[in-house]
Each structure stands twice: as structure tokens, then as C-alpha cells.
């Protein structure tokens, strides 16, 4: 596959050995931290991703993001709005107490508590019950054929170990509030925490009472967070690390022809795009007061028409991204190419739009942007600024690190007005992304549609596509929510990424398009 005008070899799998080679310590880095060690704060794919080594869900995807069982052994759908789950049996949490299911039970309700910001994973369930020691049983409000798929980042956590250390709910990531889950950590995955030390490093080591077999030889592994692109680049090329979770297009050409190391680049499923405040009677950061200028559906045409995507993917991202006009892309049930065709960039016919809806000058807004979250996000939000420009349109970029990012914009604030955000589909289908983004706010639906976007014709789509198994009429009602979006100028997607691994030589890992980096399939070897 050629990305990024070079050839890369090993895409979206790297290999991994057939068995653990000698017993050796793996030292990776990010730009940035999982913002809490609680699974329960954050629906965000670095934390997710990195308590992934730590907790476990009753089922996960495998390397070939093929379902497999975690913490469940068999399930199946009992009754039309019922799900039976049988436990591994043997299982203990690193700290050696046994998972039984009242510790289901208890995620279950932990998860749906009104802090948590994952509760919209399980948002079709309206029940959890015991029917044993290793059996439970999760009733939906309606037939979901897909509930196993939306339960690959439900992590269990330990009941007792909740209740000693005051941690029974989660709590909201604002700054001011933390309880001893935010920076303890206690699961029945393959490592467990060490140490702790936000922003900085955390040290893992692995789990002695893990229930599967050890597939990696790492004895002790440690998390850097080097928010600098040189100086974590500096740091690989420099041996102080082994591998790079988040590599900067700019510098791959650059790691891929040094001796001794190498790339694993593949497609992501995320997507990055746009959103635009569509709720308030007026926006929180604007020049026009009294009305909500991005209510009105011209406005939003003419921001699409004034971005110039396919210049992002060319200069900022240097060709590792897909431009994209879905919510969902390749890989992504529910996916049509024939839908992702973007509309061409026309900068006068977008100001003859904001003339027609009565700002024939433009008007300043406030945009949220992360610094330190999606590949070049703080560039990409900079050429967004001075493309809208072009328009008429002022915008005032806030670029900050993820963690005041999303305590801002995320539930149950939503105290932004224009903004960048990624979404990965965990469940690997399109309703994943229409439940969470685009369906209309209720509580649970719709919590991550940030701007209050509201279509009542996608509402009653989503009902249905939720209970649908007929795989070619879902297919289809995913496509009408798709064009009535389109149609709506809901959002303004931007493209899919691409993920860029970078290791020394003799770092053997998996690369998954949900960009989930789980230490349980890393070998090390020794430098050379």
C-alpha cells in the first residue's frame, strides 16, 4: 500500500511471534496520557485503549477484530429482548479476589450512573440479572442482534475492591473532582499498575493471576507521555524508547529509512470532523447575539463549501488520511462508498450563503480544538481557521490538551460552539456512530452529539436499524440516515487517519484499526 508518497510494509498487522521470546522491559510513548485510570470517565480511544491491558470486557476483538470471548465464554440471544452470558470460570482480579457475577452486576450499574460518560455503550439495556455465580442475563428495550459488538469496552471492575476504596460511581473529569479510581487501577487483564504519574509515566507489570495464557514477554512496561514531536521522536531514534504509539507524518519517511527501525501504518476507523452548536438560541462565542447563526442550515452548507479537505490531507497530513464525506468510513459496517463523495470547495458560492441568511460580511465564532489528541489536530483546526476566513468567518481557535478539551466540551457541558472531534465506531457498525453523534440528546442517546443536532427522521431510523436483522434493509435505512445528514449539513467530516506505529527494530506488535495497542501482543527483542 502506498501512503504518504512511500511504500510501507507490514500494514495493519504487524507480525508477532509464536511464542514469548527472553523476558525483557518495553518502554513506549505518547503525546499524550490516558486522562484516568477509572474506565468509567472517558469514552476516548488512548484511555480506552490503555486500560485495555488492565480490565477486561465479557468479549473483545481479537487481532483480526473477529469476536472472540474475554470474561464470557458462550452468550446467546435467549428471547428477542434477552442475552445469557456464561462466565469464565477460575478468574481472579490481580489483587487475587475470584470475578464472580455480582461484579457484572456491578460495572453494569457502574457504567449507567449519571457520571459516567460511557453509559451510552449500553444504552439498550434496561437490565442486568444474576442467574448464578457465572451467569447473567442482560435484557434490551428492544431485540439488539448486535449487543455482544457494543460490549467490547464495557470493562468489568471489582465490586469489593469499589466499595473499600469509595469508588462505587465514577466521577466527572472537571478538574475538581477524583476518587481513588482516577489514579488506581484494579482489573483481571494481563498487567497491572505499578506506579502512577500523570502526564509523565506509568509503569505495568504483568498480571500473576491472569486467567489466559501469556502471549508476550514483557516483565515491565512503561507508558511515557513526551507531548513534544521532536523530543519523542528524539527519544525513539535515541533508544530511551521502544515504540511510538502516535508517530507524526511529517517524521515517518525519516524513521522508515533509519537502520533499525521501522513503521506499521494502517487505516484507522475513526473519523475526524466538525460539529457545529445547532441547540442554543444563541452561541455561547459569536459576534451575533440574540440568534444562533449555525442553526440555519445555509450557514453550515457554506462552512462545508469553505473547507478545503482534500488540501488537509495533502499538506497537513501528507497523504495519511482518506477525505471523507460519512461519519463512518472503510471497515465500518454500513459503510457506501457511493455516499462518500465530498461536495466540491466553492469559497464564493459559501459566501453567497451567508449573504442569503443575513451575514453578508461574516461574523466571528469560537472554535475547540485538542493539541495533543488526533494526528496534527492543532494544525488541521489552524487551516480550518484560515479557510473560513476566506468567507468572512473570524474564528477564534482555542487548541489546548485533551484533558481541559473535553472536560469543556464533552457531556455534560457541551460548552463549545464550533469544534474538531474524532469518532472510532467501537462495535465496528455505523449505529454505533448514529446512536452516540447524531441521534437526538436523551440521556443516553446522543450523548456525544455535542452540538445538539436533532433530525426526528434519523431518530425513528435508528429504532429501527437497532432491531433489524434483515443485513440488506439495515444497510439501506444506515444509507437514508447518511444522505439526510448530508442533506441537513449536520457535520462537516473531515477524513479518516491513518495510525503510524514506530518501533526499533525486534519490536514485534499488532496493529488494529480500532487503534487499540494491547501489550498482550508485543515481544521484545534485544536491540541489535
Known amino acids: 500500500m502506498r501512503v504518504g508518497g512511500m511504500v510501507l510494509a507490514g500494514l495493519l498487522l504487524g507480525s508477532v ?21 477509572d474506565p468509567d470517565t472517558l469514552q476516548e480511544t488512548v484511555q480506552l485503549s490503555f486500560l485495555s491491558n488492565i480490565y477486561e470486557p465479557l468479549v473483545r476483538f481479537n487481532q483480526h477484530m473477529k469476536l472472540e470471548g474475554a470474561l464470557a465464554t458462550r452468550w446467546n440471544m435467549t428471547t428477542p429482548t434477552s442475552w445469557e452470558f456464561q462466565l469464565r470460570p477460575g478468574v481472579k482480579f490481580s489483587d487475587g479476589t475470584p470475578f464472580t457475577a455480582d461484579d457484572v452486576v456491578f460495572s453494569y450499574h457502574r457504567i ?3 457520571t459516567s460518560q460511557l453509559a451510552s455503550l449500553l444504552g439498550e439495556v434496561s437490565g442486568v440479572k444474576k442467574l448464578g455465580p457465572l451467569t447473567v442475563a442482560f435484557t434490551t428495550k428492544r431485540p439488539d442482534p448486535i449487543l455482544p459488538f457494543e460490549m467490547v469496552d464495557f470493562d468489568i471492575m471489582s465490586q469489593a475492591w469499589c466499595e473499600k476504596h469509595g469508588a462505587t460511581e465514577p466521577v466527572r473529569l472537571n478538574g475538581k473532582n477524583a476518587n481513588y479510581a482516577i489514579l488506581h487501577a484494579m ?6 499498575v505499578v506506579s502512577r504519574e500523570p502526564d509523565r509515566l506509568t509503569v505495568l507489570q504483568p498480571n500473576p493471576n491472569w486467567w489466559h495464557k501469556p502471549t508476550s514477554n514483557i516483565t515491565r512496561a512503561e507508558f511515557y507521555v513526551i507531548a513534544n514531536d521532536a523530543t519523542r521522536i528524539a527519544a525513539l531514534l535515541s533508544g530511551q524508547v521502544d515504540m511510538l504509539y502516535d508517530t507524526p507524518p511529517q517524521d515517518a519517511a525519516r524513521i522508515a529509512h533509519t537502520p533499525g527501525f521501522h513503521l506499521v501504518a494502517g487505516p484507522e476507523l475513526r473519523t475526524v470532523f466538525l460539529g457545529m452548536d445547532q441547540s442554543r438560541p444563541e452561541l455561547l462565542d459569536s459576534s451575533v447575539k440574540g440568534k444562533n447563526p449555525l442553526k440555519d442550515v445555509r450557514v453550515r452548507e457554506a462552512f462545508a463549501l469553505a473547507i478545503d479537505e482534500d488540501a488537509i490531507a495533502r499538506h497537513i497530513m501528507l497523504g495519511f488520511a482518506h477525505p471523507t464525506w460519512m461519519m463512518w468510513g472503510p471497515g465500518v459496517n454500513g459503510y457506501d462508498a457511493k455516499l462518500d463523495r465530498r461536495p466540491g470547495v466553492d469559497p464564493a458560492k459559501a459566501r453567497q450563503l451567508l449573504a442569503a441568511a443575513g451575514y453578508p460580511n461574516g461574523f ?5 480544538c485538542p493539541n495533543d489528541r488526533y494526528v496534527n489536530d492543532a494544525e488541521i483546526c489552524t487551516a480550518v481557521v484560515s479557510m473560513l476566513a476566506k468567507i468572512g468567518v473570524k474564528v477564534d481557535l482555542l487548541a489546548q490538551e485533551k484533558a481541559k478539551f473535553f472536560a469543556k466540551i464533552d457531556p455534560p457541558n457541551y460548552g463549545t460552539s464550533f469544534y474538531m472531534l474524532g469518532w472510532t465506531p467501537e462495535t465496528t457498525d455505523a449505529e454505533n456512530s448514529i446512536y452516540a453523534l447524531i441521534g437526538t440528546r436523551n440521556g443516553h442517546r446522543g450523548l456525544f452529539n455535542i452540538g445538539g443536532f436533532s433530525d426526528p427522521k434519523i431518530d425513528a431510523l435508528d429504532e429501527e436499524i437497532q432491531g433489524e436483522s434483515d443485513a440488506t434493509k439495515r444497510d439501506a435505512m444506515i444509507d437514508q440516515v447518511a444522505q439526510t445528514l448530508q442533506q441537513d449539513w449536520g457535520y462537516i467530516p473531515l477524513h479518516q487517519q491513518v495510525i503510524i506505529y514506530s518501533a526499533r527494530d525486534g519490536i514485534q506488535m499488532t496493529q488494529t484499526p480500532d487503534n487499540f495497542f494491547q501489550l498482550r501482543w508485543v515481544n521484545v527483542q534485544a536491540a541489535q
Open 364 to 368: 466571528a465564532v469560537g472554535m475547540d
Open 112 to 114: 449507567e450512573s449519571r
Open 187 to 192: 482489573g483481571t487483564g494481563p498487567f497491572e
Open 17 to 37: 511471534m509464536s511464542g514469548p521470546a527472553k523476558a525483557a522491559v518495553f518502554k513506549w510513548a505518547n503525546n499524550g496520557d490516558a486522562t484516568s485510570l
